[in-house]
């Protein structure tokens, strides 16, 4: 376990990503993969998504230092199949396998079974999300007895106490509370796929979420001139002035309230 995913994250780069070879991971995924490898001195190689933002399996087949990617992807929200991560895994005995499962619950079938049959897979999974607990900073990784007790020698060598006993008391009732679990995400799935009917109706063209937020291109106007209308009005989504994604935005899922006023704002910056 660790102060949120990230923490443990970048616990695993230094555990396990120290060769001369390159990490692999998407082209277009979360900001930090590389953020860390620099960080650590890491070699890495970002690898293409296709054009409707899915991983190609043999695309990870080439030797390297490890893999990482995130399923759903952020910020795209795209899900793989449990096929294409397992490909990915069996493809690459002799690397760790880091799939970053920190949006599975909304939508996804987790490959934690998979650590069964892989010694060289790794899951993280975090409370900020599904669990609502950001704050909270709780995130935790799964995989072999020996991967995780490698992580854990290189966490205690540099240092044992990153999780104080009240966050470690408020996550164990979060995780007996099932029916409290299932409700809010049901929730926020619904309210994401009425976003989804919303966003079609007013032209927008998007891949289809199986996250808490949906990445897309508005209609008429450029994203990035709809982010900063949209922040004139105090209502805030992600834009990335970047190749490929400069064209997208990407759209967290709020109460049914927030929405309704986040539609009204988009129909008046569409006009």
């Known amino acids: 376990v660790g102060v949120g995913s990230d923490d443990v994250i970048a616990m695993a780069y230094m555990t396990f990503f120290n060769s001369d070879k390159p990490v692999l991971f998407p082209d277009i995924t979360y900001s930090f993969y590389d953020v860390w490898a620099e960080v650590y001195g890491v070699p890495y190689k970002t690898v293409p998504l296709t054009g409707d933002f899915r991983i190609r ?7 390297n230092g490890g893999v990482i990617f ?11 199949s ?11 005995p002799d690397s760790v396998v880091i799939v970053d499962e920190a ?3 909304f939508g996804g079938e987790s490959c934690l079974p998979l650590i069964n049959k892989y010694d060289n897979l790794l899951v993280v999974q975090t409370f900020s999300k599904s669990r609502s607990m950001a704050g909270m900073r709780i ?8 991967l995780i007790k490698y992580m854990n020698d290189v966490k205690f060598s540099v240092n044992s106490y990153t999780m104080n006993r009240v966050t470690q008391l408020c996550g164990a009732a979060a995780v007996r509370d099932r029916e409290y679990f299932t409700e809010t995400v049901s929730r926020i799935i619904a309210t994401r796929e009425r976003t989804k009917k919303e966003l079609s109706a007013m032209g927008f063209v998007f891949p289809d979420s199986r ?7 508005p209609p008429v106007k450029k994203a990035g001139e709809v982010f900063a209308e949209l922040k004139k009005r105090r209502i805030f989504v992600r834009w990335w002035d970047k190749p490929v994604i400069r064209d997208y935005l990407r759209i967290s899922i709020g109460t049914d309230a927030e929405m309704d006023r986040f539609f009204e704002a988009l129909r008046e910056v569409l006009a």
């Open 70 to 80: 995130p399923n759903p992807n952020a910020p795209t929200g795209v899900l793989e």
């Open 211 to 217: 996250s808490n937020f949906i990445f897309a291109k």
């Open 103 to 105: 949006y599975i619950d």
């Open 82 to 92: 449990l096929d294409t991560v397992e490909a990915i895994v069996k493809a690459n």
């Open 57 to 63: 399996a043999e695309d990870y087949t080439c030797e």
């Open 139 to 146: 995130g935790f990784a799964m995989g072999s007895e020996k």
